[in-house]
């Protein structure tokens, strides 16, 4: 049940939300196989100057600032698929958005199966019953 919010500091056009939910859910099957039915991918956009940086406030001058934020159930990936996930969102990010800052940042969040809801069952009792 991954969940990917990819927050930018500028607007996007409508190809370039296209390809972001493509190719990230692209790489949430291929990389951490999760299932593309079940990947949510929300984009926001935000004016350049809401994100600071070095304490600086951005502008459209400047490359764009990225944070994205992936929440999947606990131990469900390796620290190698995470890394390859971290390395290859970033990647993704410069072949759609074009330039990024340095301090672009690629949060993954192991959510407890008992804290992490699909369709108001817990990952851990639809684990569960799946054993039945």
Same mark, same amino acid.
């Given at each position: 049940? &991954? ?17 972001l ?8 099957? /291929? ?5 593309? *039915? ?5 984009? +926001? *956009?935000?004016?350049?100057? +809401? ?11 400047? &490359? ?14 390796? &620290?190698?698929e ?12 410069? *072949? ?12 993954? /969040? ?23």
């Amino acid at each position: 049940m &991954p969940y990917i919010n990819i927050r930018l500091n500028t607007k996007l056009d409508s190809n370039q939300k296209s390809q972001l939910s493509i190719k990230t859910t692209d790489l949430m099957n /291929t990389i951490m196989g999760k299932r593309r *039915e079940v990947t949510v991918v929300h984009i +926001q *956009e935000d004016a350049p100057e +809401q994100w600071a940086i070095n304490s600086l406030t951005l502008n459209s001058e400047n &490359p764009t600032a990225a944070y994205v934020d992936i929440k999947v159930t606990q131990n469900t990936n390796t &620290p190698v698929e995470k890394a390859a996930m971290l390395a290859q969102t970033i990647m993704m990010l410069q *072949e759609v958005v074009g330039a990024l800052q340095e301090a672009c940042y690629v949060v993954i /969040t192991d959510v407890p199966a008992n804290s992490w809801g699909y369709n108001g069952k817990t990952q851990a009792a639809r684990a569960a019953s799946k054993l039945l």
